[in-house]
């Protein structure tokens, strides 16, 4: 707009010095008809008005992608707390999961400990039961061998100290009682 006030000026100031001449050999009186030409073709297509309409709708384009960025930039802030949402509550039931681990290998063990005492105690007492078995046994074989002996002692003591009449009528006797206890 500078450039066009002063060609103006300048033809004007032109004008004033040779008045009622134009001179038409004068550039800049060329390069004014072309500008004057020029802003009436732009004003007559009407050109102001389809930058404004260019403009107009690149600014609707602009606000479109903004409000589009806008709206996306909402979803990944909800999404991004959606996440963080699931992951101190994935953190959270990791913990429990743990706490629950925990808890149940303390009953294991306290269980196991248990089953392992009260094996214990059964073998000892299955111990203790063939033990004395063990010793009834032992004694049952003791007093049988001491019976044997005490029997071997007797028969030999019979022998030596009972003559064979006192043998005969011994054995008589013990077959004569042995005969009625039958009966």
């Known amino acids: 707009m500078t ?22 050999a004068d550039p800049r ?36 992608e903004l409000d589009e960025a806008r709206r996306l930039r909402e979803e990944a802030q909800e999404l991004l707390a959606s996440y963080e949402r699931r992951q101190r509550e994935a953190e959270k039931e990791a913990e429990d999961i743990i706490t629950q681990a925990k808890h149940e290998a303390e009953l294991f063990a306290r269980d196991a400990r248990e089953k392992l005492q009260e094996v214990l105690q059964r073998r000892a007492e299955a111990a203790m039961r063939k033990i004395a078995q063990a010793e009834v046994r032992a004694e049952a074989d003791v007093r049988g061998h001491a019976a044997a002996l005490a029997a071997e002692t007797t028969r030999i003591a019979l022998e030596e100290s009972l003559t064979k009449t006192a043998h005969s009528k011994l054995v008589n006797e013990s077959i004569e009682e042995l005969g009625k206890s039958l009966q």
């Open 3 to 24: 450039m066009i006030s002063m060609i103006i000026l300048e033809t004007a100031d032109h004008a004033a010095k040779a008045p009622g001449l134009i001179d038409f």
């Open 29 to 64: 009186l060329w390069v004014l008809f072309s500008l004057a030409i020029l802003v009436g073709i732009v004003l007559w297509q009407k050109v102001p008005a389809m930058v404004m309409k260019s403009l107009d709708e690149r600014a609707d384009a602009i606000r479109t």
